[in-house]
T-cell receptor
Framework: DAKTTQPTSMDCAEGRAANLPCNHS???????VYWYRQIHSQGPQYIIH???NNETNEMASLIITEDRKSSTLILPHATLRDTAVYYC????????????????FGQGTILTVHP | GAGVSQSPSNKVTEKGKDVELRCDPI?????LYWYRQSLGQGLEFLIY????????KSGLPSDRFSAERTGGSVSTLTIQRTQQEDSAVYLC????????????FGPGTRLTVT
């Protein structure tokens, strides 16, 4: 699996957009980018994933560069409850869907949203 | 809809006792995972169930740990003769057939071995 690199920590003002970068320069063509977050004392929470196109859901947007070597998770209007550790994970999803799903979380980015 | 549920939320037990932790996955999810997270540490994979296939037990730290999944739904993680180093938050997750990495985690069971 491709290695990912994320900043250790970031700050964001409440109400502003939080843009969390992730570098994955060794990503291969069939590897997806997944984002999870872990709020203090809770289990990890799936946020979004994508292959090459930008993706948006009710939680966030995922922007993947054209060369797929990096991506940015965007929380459009950060709230205090978005303070968490955000993890970028790159994994291959084999054709046909079923796959072994062991997740390996790195150090992630500690996002602190300030009032 | 209902998410992954786990019980109990907290468990305090004496060293040497056996404990059972329960996980109810999201209805329709075929895959189920157990992880544990020690204080200040990352997630450690324990075991993985996918449909009717044999489970992958490669992450279980010792033979004191076992897990089963009955009827393809509820799972129980059993720790025999608990040790203090077993103290951790035990997390269960489930995922749909189509994407094993889109995992939905339960709130966890905090196990404290005294």
């Amino acid at each position: 699996d491709a290695k990912t690199t994320q900043p250790t920590s970031m700050d964001c003002a409440e109400g502003r957009a939080a843009n969390l970068p992730c570098n994955h320069s060794t990503i291969s063509g069939n590897e997806y980018v997944y984002w999870y977050r872990q709020i203090h004392s809770q289990g990890p929470q799936y946020i979004i994933h994508g292959l090459k196109n930008n993706e948006t859901n009710e939680m966030a947007s995922l922007i993947i560069t054209e060369d797929r070597k990096s991506s940015t998770l965007i929380l459009p209007h950060a709230t205090l409850r978005d303070t968490a550790v955000y993890y970028c994970i790159v994994r291959e999803v084999p054709a046909g869907g079923t796959s072994y799903g062991k997740l390996t979380f790195g150090q992630g980015t500690i996002l602190t949203v300030h009032p | 809809g209902a998410g992954v549920s786990q019980s109990p939320s907290n468990k305090v037990t004496e060293k040497g006792k056996d404990v059972e932790l329960r996980c109810d996955p999201i209805s329709g999810h075929t895959a189920l995972y157990w992880y544990r997270q020690s204080l200040g540490q990352g997630l450690e994979f324990l075991i993985y169930f996918q449909g009717n296939s044999a489970p992958d037990k490669s992450g279980l730290p010792s033979d004191r740990f076992s897990a089963e999944r009955t009827g393809g739904s509820v799972s129980t993680l059993t720790i025999q003769r608990t040790q203090q180093e077993d103290s951790a938050v035990y997390l269960c997750a489930s995922s749909p057939l189509t994407d094993a990495y889109e995992q939905y985690f339960g709130p966890g069971t905090r196990l404290t071995v005294t």
